[in-house]
């Protein structure tokens, strides 16, 4: 694969891997917070930069139900504005997909951006190796960090089924970390999760099993901003619980799905549950109410026959945890060794 910059490398063949790229920004801000409305405008201004002369695009901001109403900021027709009411991120994502144009997606969460010059070069190997998905790295950045080009040029693997790749890998539950061929998405009628706190982790799984041509790259694209009290760092009780419920729904989707499959190759699919349920005791474990909770949370992944935790395609670190788990002693050993190497 050649190794210039995305645009010179467009020019150099004529510009014959132009395409449609959808870039869906899903927004919500109901106390019209300014610091909100200026991330919002990064993150399309980081998508905007990275695509303009490199592959055609639509960038659609989709307004989950806020009161505040940035439309008047966006004055070029490559993005569109849809307003909807609140249904959280998976319905906001969910009506992105439903008006998106292109014929590939990707999603992009409004307090974060795609680092500079890094898309194009995925847009290219997404043609190259005629893959349906592709995955690429993310990289934390902080509220008032400037954004830095990452170096050199990205190495992709091969094509594998996503069923091969989840055999032999832990699947990131980010769905942001991908750019998906639409079709794969409309044949098989994937939608996430609407008013769930979690809706990667039962979408990605399901996305990543229907792949047949998926190829990856460590490359960081992808800058990701966590913030003090957003939803993912927010250690109210009341969401601690509601990220624990929406776990255990999502778990229980995939078995389903799992079920519905059962003559199609599934085994990555199966560690992935099987990790999935691994990290919900996990999570349990990090909480003040740890021993009262994980015995709750472990009756309910029994009642699903994810407990005792199993996997034929696990790894000696995830053996230990399901030994230790399975007792109070072992579940308070596997809480302090979390906050040691947290």
Same mark, same amino acid.
């Given at each position: 694969?050649?190794?210039?910059?995305?645009?010179?490398?467009?020019?150099?063949?004529? !510009?014959?891997?132009?395409?449609?790229?959808?870039?869906?920004?899903?927004?919500? =801000?109901?106390?019209?917070?300014?610091?909100?409305?200026?991330?919002?405008?990064?993150?399309?201004?980081?998508?905007?930069?990275?695509?303009?002369?490199?592959?055609? +695009?639509?960038?659609? &901001?989709?307004?989950?139900?806020? +009161?505040?109403?940035?439309?008047?900021?966006?004055?070029?027709?490559?993005?569109?504005?849809?307003?909807?009411?609140?249904?959280?991120?998976?319905?906001?994502?969910?009506?992105?997909?439903?008006? *998106?144009?292109?014929?590939?997606?990707?999603?992009?969460?409004?307090?974060?951006?795609? %680092?500079?010059?890094?898309?194009?070069?995925?847009?290219?190997?997404?043609?190259?190796?005629?893959?349906?998905?592709?995955?690429?790295g993310m990289k934390r950045i902080l509220p008032g960090d400037r954004a830095?080009?990452?170096?050199? &040029?990205?190495?992709?693997?091969?094509?594998?089924?996503?069923?091969?790749?989840?055999?032999?890998?832990?699947?990131?539950?980010?769905?942001?970390?991908?750019?998906?061929?639409?079709? %794969?998405?409309?044949?098989?009628? %994937?939608?996430?999760?609407?008013?769930?706190?979690?809706?990667?982790?039962?979408?990605?799984?399901?996305?990543?099993?229907?792949?047949?041509?998926?190829?990856?790259?460590?490359?960081?694209?992808?800058?990701?901003?966590?913030?003090?009290?957003?939803?993912?760092?927010?250690?109210? *009780?009341?969401?601690?619980?509601?990220?624990?419920?929406?776990?255990? !729904?999502?778990?229980?989707?995939?078995?389903?799905?799992?079920?519905?499959?059962?003559?199609?190759?599934?085994?990555?699919?199966?560690?992935?549950?099987?990790?999935?349920?691994?990290?919900?005791?996990?999570?349990?474990?990090? $909480? =003040?109410?740890?021993?009262?909770?994980?015995?709750?949370?472990?009756?309910?992944?029994?009642?699903?026959?994810?407990?005792?935790? !199993?996997?034929?395609?696990?790894?000696?670190?995830?053996?230990?945890?399901?030994?230790?788990?399975?007792?109070?002693?072992?579940?308070?050993?596997?809480?302090?060794?979390? !906050?040691?190497? $947290?």
């Amino acid at each position: 694969m050649d190794t210039g910059s995305p645009a010179d490398m467009l020019t150099a063949r004529h !510009k014959e891997i132009l395409m449609i790229l959808s870039v869906i920004i899903p927004y919500y =801000n109901p106390d019209g917070d300014p610091q909100t409305d200026a991330l919002l405008k990064r993150a399309v201004i980081s998508a905007r930069d990275n695509l303009d002369g490199i592959a055609d +695009y639509e960038i659609i &901001v989709v307004n989950d139900g806020s +009161y505040s109403d940035p439309e008047p900021a966006f004055d070029t027709p490559v993005i569109r504005y849809i307003k909807r009411e609140h249904g959280m991120l998976g319905a906001a994502r969910n009506t992105g997909i439903e008006n *998106a144009r292109g014929e590939y997606i990707s999603f992009l969460d409004a307090d974060d951006i795609y %680092l500079p010059g890094s898309l194009g070069h995925c847009l290219i190997a997404i043609r190259e190796y005629d893959a349906d998905l592709l995955g690429f790295g993310m990289k934390r950045i902080l509220p008032g960090d400037r954004a830095e080009s990452p170096s050199g &040029v990205p190495c992709f693997n091969d094509p594998v089924t996503g069923d091969e790749f989840m055999s032999a890998h832990n699947l990131p539950g980010s769905s942001c970390r991908y750019i998906i061929r639409m079709s %794969l998405i409309k044949d098989h009628g %994937l939608r996430f999760m609407e008013n769930a706190f979690i809706e990667d982790e039962e979408f990605t799984p399901r996305l990543m099993f229907f792949s047949q041509r998926y190829v990856e790259t460590a490359y960081p694209v992808y800058g990701y901003c966590i913030r003090s009290g957003s939803i993912i760092t927010s250690s109210s *009780a009341r969401m601690i619980q509601a990220r624990s419920a929406d776990t255990l !729904k999502a778990l229980d989707r995939l078995i389903n799905f799992r079920s519905e499959h059962e003559s199609s190759p599934h085994t990555g699919l199966d560690r992935k549950i099987s990790y999935l349920a691994l990290d919900h005791i996990r999570r349990t474990l990090r $909480r =003040n109410d740890w021993r009262s909770s994980s015995r709750e949370q472990i009756s309910s992944l029994t009642s699903m026959g994810l407990f005792p935790l !199993k996997c034929s395609k696990s790894s000696p670190g995830f053996r230990l945890y399901s030994l230790l788990s399975r007792c109070g002693a072992g579940r308070l050993l596997l809480r302090l060794a979390d !906050k040691i190497y $947290r």
